[in-house]
């Protein structure tokens, strides 16, 4: 599994050091609306972009702990948790890694997307050569902002949070700011996705990183969108 590169990477500071190391833990997420957050205690590979391909970090079920040297340091550097058991799905995320602090890093269990995605109106269940892409649209602040439409052109469905779970029967988002895009197609290697986002009057593009059977986490702040 690749870490993938970055659809926007810029480097951090002038003259700051092109790497860092990345620190803190993997939390996995357990819930059908992605909120819900838990030590994780499985065994995983943690992949991150370096300067030049990838570093990596195995975890032995024993911590959830990131000690993780020679990271790049770029605004958006995708980072990969690839685990050992089909329980969770392999997750994708975007980290800002140009700053030091310690960072949570997620994995998505299984079961709460397929039972989400098998609870809509229409039921969709997951397949094998496709990414699931879910993102959280956000204000500065980082509270979700409703009212918004999505739009993924390779996506099977678009569905939204209703509050209590995913729903096809929504339009839009509600006050979580959840979009779930359903078997986008997608390669065995990392590939660029567009994610539209409108509010009626504005459109803006969110550009995100997918590769088949796993699924992509982002939170994105709309104002970035003019949104």
Partial sequence: MSGGGSATEGAGGSGAPDTMTLTG??????????ENEARFVGVAEVF????????????DGSSDDIALPGVARRR?????VDPA???????????????DEPV???????????????GLVTPLVRTANTAQIAVFLEDSSGIGRPGL???????????????AMLSDQM????GSGLVFAVNVLAAPTPTDVVV?????????SVVVRTQSATLTLVHVDVSELGL
């Avoid at 958006?76 to 990969?80: D, G, I, L």
């Avoid at 058991?85 to 700053?99: A, G």
């Avoid at 439409?149 to 509050?163: R, T």
């Fill in 85 to 99: 058991e089909l329980t969770y799905l392999t997750t994708l995320q975007p980290l800002d890694t140009t700053s």
């Fill in 48 to 59: 991150v972009q370096a300067p030049s391909g990838f570093v990596s970090q195995s975890l």
């Fill in 149 to 163: 439409y999505a739009e993924v052109a390779s996506a099977e469905a678009v569905v939204f949070s209703d509050g």
């Fill in 76 to 80: 958006q550097n995708w980072v990969t």
């Fill in 25 to 34: 833990s993997v939390v996995e997420i357990d819930d059908e609306l992605l």
């Fill in 171 to 174: 339009g839009t988002t509600d």
């Fill in 104 to 118: 949570r890093v997620r994995i998505v269990r299984t079961a709460p997307v397929d039972r989400a995605l098998q």
């Fill in 196 to 204: 539209a986002v409108s509010n009626g009057l504005v459109t803006g």
